[in-house]
């Protein structure tokens, strides 16, 4: 288990931009899988996106699909999510994840181990 530490949550407008950042010790994004999940007030943990970072397709929930990008740093310490167009519905608190979760789970909750402690996001129309 890893400690991660989210950064770049904010208040923005609807159609603004933002990038998120999680950062971790060593090269924890240079193996297994990162991903972002959300919470919004009253609701369920939700998956947003997710990559292998050996290679393979890299996983978008529908709602984000076009508008969200996430990579990492070269170094490997770090993730993003780069967040474009974004949406009030799209207000929640975002979390990032790093594991080793098998293909199945990539979008899960259960298929990561390390955790940040969420930044908030907040989109005004």
């Known amino acids: 288990q890893v400690d991660l530490v989210e950064s770049g949550g904010g208040l923005v407008q609807a159609g603004e931009s933002l990038r998120l950042s999680c950062t971790a010790s060593g090269n924890t994004f240079g193996t297994g899988a990162g991903a972002w999940f959300r919470q919004a007030p009253g609701k369920e943990r939700e998956f947003v996106a997710a990559?292998?970072?050996?290679?393979?397709?890299?996983y978008y929930a529908n709602s984000v699909k076009g508008r969200f990008s996430i990579s990492r740093a070269t170094a490997m310490n770090a993730m993003y999510l780069e967040m474009n167009n974004l949406k009030p519905e799209d207000t929640a608190v975002y979390y990032c994840?790093?594991?080793?979760?098998?293909?199945?789970?990539?979008?899960?909750?259960?298929?990561?181990?390390?955790w940040g402690q969420g930044t908030q996001v907040t989109v005004s129309s």
């Open positions: 994840a790093a594991g080793r979760p098998i293909i199945s789970s990539m979008a899960t909750v259960g298929g990561y181990r390390s």
């Open positions: 990559r292998r970072w050996s290679g393979g397709p890299t």
